[in-house]
């Protein structure tokens, strides 16, 4: 029908109603970039990560995706991430019988 069309909201409640604690949760990911109101599905395995996703699915499930700089780091630290990272909810979480989780953020 042309000429016709309709608004859509994406996301639950608009962003400039959201408040994020002062202190989050960082989940650094390797060669991957989640932009604001997009879904991304992933393979975590590092112990501290899998702690990390179990802690924020037992509270509130917020997580701040964050991309490392040098995806060849194990361990990273603040100083391997990049400034900007994306505040997400963890939709969903899998317990894989690998002990890998995926989940959908």
Do not use: W
Not at 18 to 39: D, H, K, M, S
């Amino acid at each position: 029908m042309a000429g016709r069309s309709r608004k859509i909201q994406v996301g639950a409640e608009p962003p400039e109603n959201r408040t994020l604690p002062p202190e989050a949760r960082i989940l650094p990911v390797r060669n991957t970039v989640l932009y604001p109101f997009g879904i991304l599905p992933l393979g975590v395995s590092r112990d501290r990560d899998t702690r990390l996703l179990n802690e924020a699915i037992a509270s509130d499930r917020l997580v701040v995706v964050a991309m490392q700089r040098d995806p060849s780091v194990e361990d990273p630290g603040p100083a391997d991430l990049h400034d900007v990272g994306t505040a997400c909810n963890l939709l969903r979480m899998v317990r894989q019988p690998d002990g890998q989780l995926s989940v959908l953020l």
